[in-house]
């Protein structure tokens, strides 16, 4: 994937502000509102039964984040998902710490079966419980995150039918036909809580903007691992802190320049090696 074809996709964010609608939890929901509107998107973070619905027909997109689940909160899920699948507008689907309870790996699966889910984007942990593969999960954390997360991807949309992006030290995601590596970004995004969300959130932001699950997310996922890799260079050798203020800046001033010169995404064929 060239950087002209995720600068197009990023400034129709930028032009449109696209209202993405996330009903997440709340660890990361100022992180996430605030990434949104760094990338150039409008963030509405609404967790209300009353109001599920009502948000998600007048939103662009709809990010469903289990991370700190409670049963009004799964309710608001099922009513926001419904009517954002009515609408006809993506949903992606981040299954927190699958895995770690069956509270949440059984919450996860019965969004999947009510809900036409468009992406479902986790780590290799989270992914690897909702697809039935052997891993563990630590809070809400995946152990062993060096795992393939090509193999992980492509066995999870296989089994799911759904699009599916595992993030990691390299980022991949397929349809079950084709499929990306992403290369991009920086190990520093594991020292600060969110950054997994937010992922989600941006690949939300890019979807609204085109009906090519594959290439938008790839997209999305490249665009956010540049950022992270820009925000490094202005918070090296000061720490996690900086890094997490510098991340939300380069959110906001990643252009042609940054993806020309550092966007490294692979297509690749499933069950195959790089082209």
């Given at each position: 994937?060239?950087?002209?074809?995720?600068?197009?996709?990023?400034?129709?964010?930028?032009?449109?502000?696209?209202?993405?609608?996330?009903?997440?939890?709340?660890?990361?929901?100022?992180?996430?509102?605030?990434?949104?509107?760094?990338?150039?998107?409008?963030?509405?973070?609404?967790?209300?039964?009353?109001?599920?619905?009502?948000?998600?027909?007048?939103?662009?997109?709809?990010?469903?984040?289990?991370?700190?689940?409670?049963?009004?909160?799964?309710?608001?899920?099922?009513?926001?998902?419904?009517?954002?699948?009515?609408?006809?507008?993506?949903?992606?689907?981040?299954?927190?710490?699958?895995?770690?309870?069956?509270?949440?790996?059984?919450?996860?699966?019965?969004?999947?079966?009510?809900?036409?889910?468009?992406?479902?984007?986790?780590?290799?942990?989270?992914?690897s419980a909702i697809a039935g593969i052997e891993g563990e999960v630590k809070g809400v954390d995946a152990a062993g995150a060096d795992k393939d997360t090509k193999m992980i991807a492509e066995h999870a949309s296989?089994?799911?039918?759904?699009?599916?992006?595992?993030?990691?030290?390299?980022?991949?995601?397929?349809?079950?036909?084709?499929?990306?590596?992403?290369?991009?970004?920086?190990?520093?995004?594991?020292?600060?809580?969110?950054?997994?969300?937010?992922?989600?959130?941006?690949?939300?932001?890019?979807?609204?903007?085109?009906?090519?699950?594959?290439?938008?997310?790839?997209?999305?996922?490249?665009?956010?691992?540049?950022?992270?890799?820009?925000?490094?260079?202005?918070?090296?050798?000061?720490?996690?802190?900086?890094?997490?203020?510098?991340?939300?800046?380069?959110?906001?001033?990643?252009?042609?320049?940054?993806?020309?010169?550092?966007?490294?995404?692979?297509?690749?064929?499933?069950?195959?090696?790089?082209?």
């Amino acid at each position: 994937m060239k950087a002209k074809e995720v600068k197009v996709l990023l400034e129709k964010v930028r032009e449109q502000k696209p209202l993405i609608h996330n009903v997440t939890n709340v660890v990361v929901a100022n992180f996430n509102a605030n990434g949104i509107l760094a990338m150039g998107g409008s963030p509405v973070m609404a967790n209300a039964v009353e109001e599920a619905a009502d948000m998600a027909t007048a939103a662009d997109a709809l990010v469903l984040n289990i991370g700190t689940l409670h049963s009004a909160q799964v309710e608001a899920m099922f009513l926001a998902g419904e009517a954002a699948n009515k609408k006809g507008i993506p949903v992606v689907l981040d299954p927190v710490g699958a895995g770690a309870t069956s509270y949440r790996t059984n919450t996860t699966r019965e969004l999947m079966k009510h809900l036409d889910i468009t992406l479902l984007r986790g780590n290799t942990g989270e992914i690897s419980a909702i697809a039935g593969i052997e891993g563990e999960v630590k809070g809400v954390d995946a152990a062993g995150a060096d795992k393939d997360t090509k193999m992980i991807a492509e066995h999870a949309s296989f089994e799911l039918g759904i699009p599916v992006a595992v993030t990691g030290p390299v980022d991949a995601v397929t349809n079950g036909t084709d499929g990306y590596q992403i290369y991009n970004g920086h190990s520093m995004m594991s020292r600060i809580t969110g950054t997994g969300c937010l992922a989600s959130a941006v690949t939300a932001a890019f979807l609204s903007q085109s009906d090519h699950v594959l290439d938008s997310t790839a997209a999305a996922l490249g665009y956010y691992g540049v950022a992270a890799e820009r925000a490094e260079g202005f918070a090296s050798m000061q720490g996690p802190g900086t890094f997490q203020a510098e991340l939300l800046n380069a959110l906001y001033n990643v252009g042609d320049m940054d993806l020309r010169q550092k966007l490294n995404i692979q297509l690749n064929s499933v069950g195959g090696n790089n082209d």
